[in-house]
């Protein structure tokens, strides 16, 4: 099971730290994602980490802006959100990255945490 | 960056109907192909990963082919619980790694 936490309402130029407790599997062996929905849009792809946080990739969109991490002692997934804007509005999911396949899919997956930029 | 088109967007079916929905890659990414399922207010369903591999738990109404660029997700006989937003993905070149921009499917 994953968990987020952490959204609310932040004024533009503000930050945000979200979190993802995973629980149910082993969180130190997987890699790990960060995806959003802007209202009335698609799933976007925002962030990858690797399972020991060796490697971080991020979407142009959030590069320089959100970095990700992995606290493996706490099971716990994070996403430090900075210099925010108003098309940043979105729920945030977290999501876990099948290695065991080999073709990579997001296989578990939150229920997701509103994060609403606005003055 | 690879580019991902789904068609429809939008689709609008009856229970028991046979619809199915297409994925185009804008290069060839193999067999590397995801399709989830997305209700609002939920999290997201893997329902199909490897182009046509099944994901444990999901129906067998649900299948779905193709490989290298083109690729199709069907449902064969819709029940009410399937209406929702369908969603492919690549995860063969990446970063990024790329939806679609969704079909959603309605209630007819």
């Known amino acids: 099971q994953l968990v987020e936490s952490g959204g609310g309402v932040v004024q533009p130029g503000g930050s945000l730290r979200l979190a993802c407790t995973a629980s149910?599997?082993?969180?130190?062996?997987?890699?790990m994602h960060w995806v959003r929905q802007a209202p009335g849009k698609g799933l976007e792809w925002v962030a990858f980490?690797?399972?020991?946080?060796?490697?971080?990739f991020y979407a142009d969109s959030v590069k320089g802006r959100f970095t990700i991490s992995k606290d493996n002692s706490k099971n716990t997934l994070y996403l430090q959100m900075n210099s925010l804007r108003a098309e940043d509005t979105a729920v945030y999911y977290c999501?876990?990255?099948?290695?065991?396949?080999?073709?990579?899919?997001?296989?578990?997956w939150g229920q997701g945490t509103l994060v609403t930029v606005s003055s | 960056d690879i580019q991902m088109t789904q068609s429809p967007p939008s689709l609008s079916a009856s229970v028991g109907d046979r619809v199915t929905i297409t994925c185009r890659a804008s290069?060839?990414?193999?067999?590397?192909l995801n399709w989830y399922q997305h209700k609002p207010g939920k999290a997201p369903d893997l329902l199909i990963y490897?182009?046509?591999r099944l994901q444990s738990g999901v129906p067998s109404r649900f299948s779905a082919s193709g490989s290298g660029t083109d690729f199709t997700l069907t449902i064969s006989s819709l029940q009410p619980e399937d209406f929702a937003t369908y969603y492919c993905?690549?995860?063969?070149?990446?970063?990024?790694?790329?939806f679609g921009r969704g079909t959603k499917l309605e209630i007819k």
């Open positions: 993905q690549q995860s063969y070149n990446t970063p990024p790694f790329t």
């Open positions: 980490i690797r399972y020991d946080e060796s490697n971080k």
């Open positions: 290069q060839s990414i193999s067999t590397f």
């Open positions: 149910g599997f082993t969180f130190s062996n997987y890699a």
């Open positions: 490897g182009a046509f």
């Open positions: 999501a876990r990255h099948d290695y065991l396949t080999g073709i990579y899919p997001f296989d578990l």
